[in-house]
């Protein structure tokens, strides 16, 4: 299984300023108005459709307060209704893949991710996950075929996903794949014909592993190092294990004001000992880009769009105009993507102005059209690296290089994150905060198809980014380091020719 790697300051979906603005919903009470929604048919079938969820609602509200009363639970009735309303939201806005209920955690994690800076312990973090098996037994189906698959010679005959909540996933991509879920594999039992072996696993999350140590922190002072485990945290609740929490929530502790104190449980091979480890102000910015020269061809690593990241991208360019450098190789490997307004300011530095990107799209319907900005600071050659960790505002770079003409793609196929989301706060809701709910699709103009300037695009002239990704031209081993990926031939023929 691949770990996907998610840093302090992740931002993942795309974040678009002009779809984006502050709207209240009140978790109490359906409110049309503050939806701003243009169909007024659509907002009327949708308050019928939730009149139908209320007073199963209260059934269920009713029946855990007989529990409080006659079994006296030792869960304060006031966290037991933070859980019950975190769960409830949770599983309605669960409709689609990107969309997100925020618990007050992962509220802060999101909204820090945007400001470019955080107040954190100066490390890089990965939260590994890991398939376990839960039970063994044996199933006798009267017709195995029904249930599952067509009979075969094949040894495995069924497979079958479940989330937490027993709702059925239709993906193998185990980003997609929360922690708790189950998964179900029967075999044929080589002992009896008419047998099978169901095994059942749950996928569980192991404690933070620190990836990387950011220069200047808090965890550099006192020489934690990676590959470091951080298997306990000291919250005001007491010591919680990182493994029992998502990454953002573990985050959120390991946040906090400029200069205070967090105490941490770590773990290096054998050794076990107790760091406090004083917060400090991050610039994610200059953590998230890098440069660096390799004879007459510059190498610039942009691990995230965060804020500032354009501007920091022009000065690396401004760098390579003074030093008459015609090549480019930019390295968006593991890049989860982040804020949309950045991405496309960098891409104005390379496409001509007023030729058009990108598309939004909602029914097949262009409703957005966003076109280069900027007069570019570069026209040489430029070789752009993918891999499939590389997702959202990271394959609009990609994309729109290729579809004009601009780049060669190296690597393996994008994520194929093309869905557009909405941050929707609940400002009556201490439980859920915030929602993030998926709005449009983006999908990338393909001026090798048309006139890149053409000011009506058309739906056939887009190229779809959802599900599908950005195919390489060339694809390469991308886990080599790039001081092996700078020694590939077809890189080297593509930049010197």
């Not at 007073?55 to 966290?79: C, G, H, Q």
């Not at 479940?162 to 059925?168: E, I, L, Q, S, V």
């Not at 917060?279 to 500032?308: A, L, Q, S």
């Not at 709910?437 to 002239?461: C, G, M, P, Q, V």
Request: hydrophobic share 35%.
């Amino acid at each position: 299984m691949r770990n996907a790697v998610i840093s302090l300051f992740l931002l993942i979906a795309i974040s678009l300023p002009y779809y984006s603005a502050p709207q209240n919903i009140s978790a109490q009470k359906y409110d049309n108005a503050t939806l701003a929604r243009e169909n007024d048919d659509q907002i009327n079938a949708n308050e019928q459709n939730f009149q139908k969820f209320y007073p199963y609602w209260d059934a269920i509200v009713e029946s855990f307060a007989r529990m409080l009363k006659e079994f006296n639970t030792t869960m304060p009735e006031e966290e037991l209704a933070k859980q019950m309303t975190q769960k409830a939201i949770k599983a309605m806005v669960d409709t689609h893949p990107n969309n997100a209920a925020f618990t007050p955690q992962e509220t802060v994690a999101w909204n820090d991710a945007t400001k470019g800076f955080f107040y954190g312990i100066g490390a890089q973090v990965s939260q590994p996950t890991k398939w376990i098996l839960e039970k063994t037994e044996e199933s006798f189906p009267k017709n195995p075929n029904d249930e599952y698959g067509e009979e075969s010679e094949n040894t495995i005959l069924g497979l079958k996903i479940t989330n937490p909540a027993g709702k059925r996933i239709n993906t193998l991509n185990t980003q997609e794949i929360p922690c708790g879920s189950k998964m179900i594999i029967f075999k044929k039992n080589p002992k009896q014909n008419n047998a099978l072996i169901k095994n059942q696993y749950i996928k569980i999350a192991e404690p933070l592993k620190i990836i990387e140590i950011i220069p200047g922190g808090g965890a550099e002072e006192i020489g934690l190092k990676s590959n470091d485990i951080i298997s306990e945290i000291e919250t005001n609740a007491g010591w919680i294990k990182t493994e029992n929490f998502t990454i953002s929530e573990n985050c959120a502790y390991l946040k906090g004001p400029n200069d205070t104190p967090v105490n941490l449980m770590i773990t290096r091979g054998s050794d076990k000992f107790k760091s406090i480890i004083v917060r400090k102000k991050i610039d994610t910015t200059k953590f998230n880009i890098e440069n660096k020269e390799y004879g007459d061809t510059m190498y610039i690593k942009i691990k995230e769009f965060n804020r500032r990241i354009s501007d920091e991208t022009k000065k690396i360019l401004d760098q390579i105009s003074q030093k008459n450098i015609k090549k480019i190789v930019i390295d968006l490997r593991n890049n989860p993507g982040g804020v949309l307004e950045e991405a496309l300011e960098t891409l104005s530095y390379f496409v001509p102005r007023n030729h058009t990107m990108i598309c939004i799209t909602s029914k097949d319907q262009i409703i957005e059209t966003r076109k280069s900005s900027g007069k570019p600071l570069f026209n040489g050659k430029i070789v752009v690296l993918i891999n499939n960790n590389s997702a959202s505002a990271s394959e609009i770079m990609a994309g729109v290089l290729k579809y004009h003409g601009l780049a060669k793609i190296f690597g393996e196929k994008s994520y194929g994150k093309g869905s557009v989301q909405r941050i929707f706060p609940l400002t009556e809701n201490d439980a859920i905060p915030q929602i993030k709910i998926t709005i449009s699709e983006y999908k990338i103009y393909n001026a090798l198809k048309n006139n890149a300037e053409k000011i009506n695009a058309r739906i056939i002239d887009l190229e779809k980014v959802d599900g599908v990704g950005i195919a390489p031209d060339i694809e390469i081993d991308a886990t080599l380091p790039i001081e092996k990926i700078m020694e590939i031939q077809e890189i080297q023929n593509y930049l010197n020719n």
